[in-house]
């Protein structure tokens, strides 16, 4: 049974909650029988019981989230909270090399998450765009972490904003190349690409591409956050303070389908935009460790690699996301290193800004 569920669950995660789910009932009803047995309890008593400890946990989750709801919504919400922990449960008695754990997201659908949080788009990628990449040069550092040095601003959350992860990534390989190329460590305006990037191809909390980004910023610069602050909606570009330009950049590479060394090699000078796919339970729930599988090859999400380490087994990526602190390891994910699409298809679309010294 063990080898039959952890099958199923690699071949497609999140769609095989309920399954689990049921599973997780079933040995539940196993126990509950003992009890009954052994201390003549009421079987319905224990199920009260256990309802009421799950929909305890439901209202615990609503407090944390600031999240409300009523009637037929609040049970559905429910049922769906229940069968997303039944999930997670199972997922860690596997002893993976990575955890999950009960987040903001526990409350939605696998298609609802995919709807309103995974709208970035991704051109499909063609035999003659694909680049041969060198190994990494002589004295590539075995560990970086951009974060220590000082380039890297805090985590944010892209909330409501819900296809801008474009933005996000964009802004923080913009603000870390400003920084290692002799300039204090500004958060940039995201707000600025999400308004003004129109007629870059972004289309503003919809969705968008990083390359269009770099463009835009090659093109006008780009002002701070404090200048132009975050709404987490798409509005009217303001004219009057895009002119407050902070932060420059010269031009933008882009690499398809590359290699761990040399992503490693880019990543040692500066940190670096990435696609994954991010549909899945793994990343949706992902609450520790390193991420080794199960989370798919085909991107629709936008992240920053901030940084690496190729002495611990497994190798490891250190990625940084959108969607908050309360998320993964305080905003942040590790993700193993391979070669091919790589882990989440992490080698599949990586760009960087480029920046005078």
Same mark, same amino acid.
């Not at 196993?30 to 009260?48: D, E, K, M, P, Q």
């Not at 788009?121 to 063609?126: A, D, L, T």
């Given at each position: 049974m063990d080898n039959l569920l952890s099958s199923k669950i690699q071949a497609n995660p999140w769609t095989t909650k309920r399954v689990i789910a049921v599973i997780s009932m079933l040995g539940l009803? *196993?126990?509950? /029988?003992?009890? +009954?047995? &052994?201390?003549? &309890? &009421?079987?319905? &008593? %224990?199920?009260?019981?256990?309802i009421e400890l799950e929909e305890s946990e439901f209202q615990d989750f609503l407090q944390t989230y600031h999240k409300s709801y009523q009637g037929e919504e609040y049970l559905k919400r429910l049922n769906i909270f229940r069968d997303n922990a039944a999930f997670i449960r199972v997922h860690n008695l596997q002893n993976q090399d990575w955890v999950l754990g009960i987040n903001q997201f526990a409350d939605i659908t696998f298609q609802e998450f995919k709807e309103k949080y995974l709208t970035?788009?991704?051109? #499909?990628?063609?035999?003659? #765009?694909i680049k041969e990449i060198e190994n990494p040069v002589q004295g590539t550092p075995a560990t970086v972490d951009w974060r220590t040095k000082g380039a890297v601003t805090p985590v944010l959350d892209q909330g409501v904003c819900l296809g801008g992860s474009y +933005?996000?990534? /964009?802004? *923080? /390989?913009? #603000?870390?190349? =400003?920084?290692? @190329?002799?300039?204090?460590?500004?958060?940039?305006s995201v707000q600025e690409i999400i308004d003004c990037s129109g007629t870059y191809g972004n289309h503003g909390c919809d969705f968008g591409n990083v390359l269009g980004v770099y463009e835009y910023v090659t093109d006008k610069g780009v002002t701070s956050d404090a200048v132009y602050p975050f709404t987490a909606k798409t509005g009217t570009c303001n004219g009057g303070d895009v002119t407050k330009i902070v932060a420059e950049i010269q031009g933008y590479s882009e690499m398809t389908n590359t290699t761990s060394a040399a992503l490693m090699t880019t990543v040692a000078q500066q940190p670096v935009t990435v696609g994954v796919q991010a549909d899945q339970a793994t990343w949706v729930f992902y609450h520790g460790g390193i991420i080794t599988n199960n989370c798919g090859t085909k991107p629709d999400h936008n992240v920053l690699i901030v940084g690496y380490n190729s002495v611990k087994k497994p190798n490891y990526w250190?990625?940084?996301?959108?969607?908050?602190?309360? =998320?993964?390891?305080?905003?942040?994910?590790?993700? /193993?290193?391979?070669?091919? +699409? *790589? %882990?989440?298809?992490?080698?599949?679309? @990586?760009?960087?800004p480029e920046a005078d010294n």
């Open positions: 009803v *196993g126990v509950i /029988a003992a009890i +009954a047995i &052994s201390s003549n &309890s &009421s079987v319905s &008593s %224990v199920f009260l019981k256990q970035s788009k991704f051109p #499909e990628i063609k035999p003659q #765009e +933005a996000f990534a /964009a802004i *923080g /390989a913009i #603000e870390g190349i =400003w920084n290692i @190329t002799g300039n204090p460590l500004v958060p940039l250190i990625v940084k996301n959108s969607w908050g602190k309360d =998320w993964g390891e305080s905003g942040y994910m590790r993700i /193993a290193m391979k070669d091919g +699409a *790589g %882990v989440c298809g992490i080698n599949l679309y @990586t760009s960087f």
